[in-house]
């Protein structure tokens, strides 16, 4: 990371790497975006400008996802609507990695409530943590795996196969995910 940069800049930084992570690719993928991203930026144009129009385009993408299919619900929530009578318990899938959640500030979590189906959790929801939980992904890339349609799905998002009980289909997809190519 840069470290005397403007703030602008930084900015745009941390942006432009939490969108390029948020799909998952392999770090020399990435500087190959990045690359290919700088080879058809004009050279009259403002890079200014640029960098905060990609730095909005992130911001939007990133609150897009974490509110996508019902947002994020907190470890109460998650657990009156799975039914459970402790929030611990919510605590306890989460450890054992059969649910996750992104950190909405130090000290809140927030469990995608796209997660339970049905008063359940989604079928076939553990299987596919493992796999991708084996990959270090950062949240915005496992989120973005179950939301987004996928060639191999047939156009279809893992969420809704899985909705449609195709784990079979959802874990192959997800081995795969975040490899040159896919």
Known sequence: MITNAEPAEAQALRSLKALVTSFGLKPAVQLRVLRKIAEEVPHDHDLDAEFEAARLDSVGVEEELLKAEGGGLT?????????????????????????????KDQRNLRYPAWQIYRG???????????????????????????????????????????????????????????????
């Open 120 to 182: 359940k959790l989604l079928p076939g929801l553990r299987e596919v943590l493992a796999v991708l939980g084996d990959k270090n992904l950062p949240v915005l890339s496992i989120i973005s795996f179950f939301l987004y349609p996928s060639e191999d799905l047939d156009g279809k998002s893992p969420l809704e196969c899985l909705r449609a009980n195709n784990v079979d289909g959802v874990i192959e997809h997800a081995k795969r995910y975040g490899d040159i190519g896919s």
């Open 75 to 103: 470890n109460i929530a998650f657990a009156k609507k799975l039914g459970l009578k402790s929030a611990e318990t919510v605590r306890t899938y989460r450890i054992a990695k059969q649910v996750f959640a992104w950190e």
